[in-house]
DNA sequence: TTTTGAGTTGTTCGA
DNA sequence: GTCGAACAACTCAAA
């Protein structure tokens, strides 16, 4: 069994497969061309997810570093296995690598077997009535409900073969403070049967809320496949139809990207290719402010700041910072999806890329190019009372809610520390609603 | 076959 | 302060 993004046992249907009237060697492959582009708090929660997964399998886990198709081969030849049994996998980097695998294992006589998926319903499952793909979501996510998946599989009784020791390697350093998530199959139910009983009857009305702990936190779970998301379907109630839907944009993504794995660095809509944007030394302090938290708007320096201290950032304020890199920094939303892809424990290519290119009006279903988020305006709103700045900008503590998403206009003086706001907003978005009027003709 | 209406996430302006 | 209109263009499915 070839663990990829699927570090469960239960509901884990190539597992079940593998186990059936067989003994089974659990494999994890740290993949360089995989490692090499995460962030330390990544690895630290993929390195804790493998140790969960190595307990479950009472220390049995072989965990290799190396390319895939070149260790599989060494394994299955030591271990005398006859096939490895796998998980598919639809993005651009896991399907090449799977036909160089399939080749490999073909060459020395192991089956390669791949069943189940990340998902629900597999990409390419849902189509049109004219055999295309989707590209607006609504109708996308009404086919996919009638497609329908299946019942969570029982977890299987597995004789996992003795073998070494897992070589898990150690936590990278963190930053001091990081706060990681509990991770593993256990936590990831735990999670959940929490987010069940106390979060999801106030999810469709407070899940805008950076403030308040309102959404389900899934998303690192879903990321390593320690719960799939049958399971959380499953468990949803039919009044839970906002937070379906939520799963069901995870699909989505999943869909286009598969059907146009291009578009995981190429513009969806290659139109808005002609963009405008700021380069040299300009972009560059720009960017550096934008990552480190320190643009002078709180709401996005919060949320930056978040990104660093847990790995994570809540959904409305990835949003918020998405929007001011394009519209107000005048970057290419690459630049800061690339940062998001490092940082993220989360990240994953589908949700995050294409999510950008929402932001930035050249993806699937994309938002109007009018339609630009005033950091102000979204601040007050969702952040009524200022305790998410507060809780990430301790320059900003001292401030009333009057003025904690606008500190320049406090009558005592801008805050002490704190960066002026390194654009104005209202120029900004004036010269970003003039770029895309040019760009029409 | 053609038409029609609806479609994740917003802001500004003028009445 | 509140409210509706305007800010495009295109996909998709139902009528």
Redesign the pocket.
Same mark, same amino acid.
């Given at each position: 069994m070839w663990f990829r993004r699927d570090l469960r046992i239960s509901d884990n249907p190539a597992l079940s497969l593998a186990a059936n009237g067989s003994d089974v060697l659990g494999v994890f492959v740290l993949d360089p061309a995989l490692v090499r582009p995460s962030g330390a708090p990544r690895l630290a929660v993929l390195y804790r997810t493998l140790r969960a997964l190595n307990e479950q399998l009472d220390g049995r886990l072989v965990v290799q570093q190396g390319a895939p198709e070149m260790v599989l081969p060494q394994i299955c030849r030591a271990a005398g296995a006859t096939a490895v049994h796998c998980a598919r996998d639809f993005g651009p980097y896991g399907s090449a690598r799977d036909s160089a695998v399939a080749e490999a294992l073909g060459a020395v006589d192991v089956s390669f077997v791949q069943v189940g998926s990340p998902y629900a319903v597999d990409p390419g499952e849902v189509r /049109?009535?004219s055999g295309?793909?989707?590209?607006?979501?609504?109708?996308f996510?009404? !086919?996919w409900l009638d497609h329908g998946w299946e019942q969570p599989h029982r977890p299987p009784s597995v004789n996992w073969i003795a073998a070494r020791t897992a070589r898990i390697p150690h936590d990278p350093v963190l930053t001091p403070g990081l706060r990681l998530p509990d991770v593993g199959e256990a936590a990831a139910g735990r999670a959940w049967k929490a987010f069940l009983s106390q979060g999801i009857d106030r999810y469709s009305d407070e899940r805008?809320r950076p403030d308040l702990d309102s959404t389900s936190r899934m998303s690192v779970h879903l990321k390593w496949g320690t719960i799939h998301p049958r399971s959380l379907l499953a468990d949803l109630e039919p009044r839970h139809e906002v937070y379906r839907?939520?799963l069901a944009?995870r699909e989505f993504y999943a869909d286009v990207l598969h059907h146009r794995p291009d578009s995981a660095r190429e513009y969806y809509h290659s139109q808005l290719r002609g963009l405008p944007y700021v380069s040299g030394e300009l972009a560059r302090a720009r960017l550096a402010a934008w990552q480190a938290g320190r643009t002078g708007y709180p709401i996005v320096d919060a949320g930056m700041r978040q990104l660093l201290a847990e790995g994570w950032m809540h959904? #409305?304020v990835r949003?918020i910072v998405a929007s001011f890199l394009v519209k107000d920094l005048h970057l290419e939303w690459t630049q800061g999806a690339r940062h998001f892809l490092r940082h993220l424990i989360d990240a994953d290519l589908a949700s995050n890329n294409h999510?950008w290119q929402?932001v930035a009006g050249s993806g699937t279903?994309a !938002?109007?190019?009018? #339609?630009?988020?005033?950091p102000t305006?979204?601040g007050r /709103?969702f952040d009524p009372r200022g305790d998410y700045v507060r809780r990430w900008i301790p320059e900003l503590a001292h401030l009333p809610a009057k003025v904690i998403h606008e500190p320049w206009t406090d009558p005592n003086g801008p805050p002490a520390g704190y960066p002026e706001p390194i654009v104005d907003? !209202?120029a900004e #978005?004036d010269a970003a609603l003039a770029d895309f #009027?040019a760009l029409?003709g």
């Amino acid at each position: 069994m070839w663990f990829r993004r699927d570090l469960r046992i239960s509901d884990n249907p190539a597992l079940s497969l593998a186990a059936n009237g067989s003994d089974v060697l659990g494999v994890f492959v740290l993949d360089p061309a995989l490692v090499r582009p995460s962030g330390a708090p990544r690895l630290a929660v993929l390195y804790r997810t493998l140790r969960a997964l190595n307990e479950q399998l009472d220390g049995r886990l072989v965990v290799q570093q190396g390319a895939p198709e070149m260790v599989l081969p060494q394994i299955c030849r030591a271990a005398g296995a006859t096939a490895v049994h796998c998980a598919r996998d639809f993005g651009p980097y896991g399907s090449a690598r799977d036909s160089a695998v399939a080749e490999a294992l073909g060459a020395v006589d192991v089956s390669f077997v791949q069943v189940g998926s990340p998902y629900a319903v597999d990409p390419g499952e849902v189509r /049109k009535g004219s055999g295309e793909p989707y590209q607006v979501y609504t109708p996308f996510y009404r !086919a996919w409900l009638d497609h329908g998946w299946e019942q969570p599989h029982r977890p299987p009784s597995v004789n996992w073969i003795a073998a070494r020791t897992a070589r898990i390697p150690h936590d990278p350093v963190l930053t001091p403070g990081l706060r990681l998530p509990d991770v593993g199959e256990a936590a990831a139910g735990r999670a959940w049967k929490a987010f069940l009983s106390q979060g999801i009857d106030r999810y469709s009305d407070e899940r805008d809320r950076p403030d308040l702990d309102s959404t389900s936190r899934m998303s690192v779970h879903l990321k390593w496949g320690t719960i799939h998301p049958r399971s959380l379907l499953a468990d949803l109630e039919p009044r839970h139809e906002v937070y379906r839907k939520e799963l069901a944009w995870r699909e989505f993504y999943a869909d286009v990207l598969h059907h146009r794995p291009d578009s995981a660095r190429e513009y969806y809509h290659s139109q808005l290719r002609g963009l405008p944007y700021v380069s040299g030394e300009l972009a560059r302090a720009r960017l550096a402010a934008w990552q480190a938290g320190r643009t002078g708007y709180p709401i996005v320096d919060a949320g930056m700041r978040q990104l660093l201290a847990e790995g994570w950032m809540h959904n #409305r304020v990835r949003m918020i910072v998405a929007s001011f890199l394009v519209k107000d920094l005048h970057l290419e939303w690459t630049q800061g999806a690339r940062h998001f892809l490092r940082h993220l424990i989360d990240a994953d290519l589908a949700s995050n890329n294409h999510g950008w290119q929402w932001v930035a009006g050249s993806g699937t279903d994309a !938002a109007p190019y009018f #339609r630009v988020f005033n950091p102000t305006l979204q601040g007050r /709103k969702f952040d009524p009372r200022g305790d998410y700045v507060r809780r990430w900008i301790p320059e900003l503590a001292h401030l009333p809610a009057k003025v904690i998403h606008e500190p320049w206009t406090d009558p005592n003086g801008p805050p002490a520390g704190y960066p002026e706001p390194i654009v104005d907003h !209202a120029a900004e #978005r004036d010269a970003a609603l003039a770029d895309f #009027r040019a760009l029409r003709g």
